[in-house]
């Protein structure tokens, strides 16, 4: 069982950058593999990034890429996602989830375990 927390979500300025950070407990999270999805009002989950357990390979969807960073702190039990340069288009819901395979990465049933989610919202 894992248990996952986000935090870090807010009201910003379109150019402004927000770090969310997904704490998790349990005996299986430090071997997990962890993603970032989001959801706007109407639409599908989407996929945002993912990161290995040990953290040395990163995925990304095209729209963040580049402007989004994926990483974690195992001491912490912590996955952090920096975004950069926010866009009105990146307003959302922020899910962390964790799952045990890398297969599928982008894809949410690949994932066991979710957060509650975090709002971002970016306007001006």
């Known amino acids: 069982q894992v248990q996952l927390v986000e935090s870090g979500g807010g009201l910003v300025a379109p150019g402004a950058s927000l770090r969310l950070a997904c704490t998790g407990s349990?005996?299986?999270?430090?071997?997990?593999?962890m993603a970032w999805f989001r959801q706007a009002p109407g639409n599908e989950r989407e996929f945002v990034g993912a990161i290995t357990y040990t953290g040395f390979t990163t995925y990304y969807a095209r729209s963040v890429k580049g402007r989004f960073t994926i990483s974690r702190n195992s001491a912490m039990n912590t996955v952090y996602l920096q975004m950069n340069n926010l866009k009105p288009e990146d307003t959302a819901v922020y899910y962390c989830?964790?799952?045990?395979?890398?297969?599928?990465?982008?894809?949410?049933?690949?994932?066991?375990?979710w957060g509650q989610g975090t709002q971002v919202t970016v306007s001006s």
């Open positions: 349990g005996p299986t999270f430090s071997t997990s593999f």
């Open positions: 989830a964790a799952g045990r395979y890398e297969n599928d990465y982008d894809q949410t049933k690949n994932y066991d375990y």
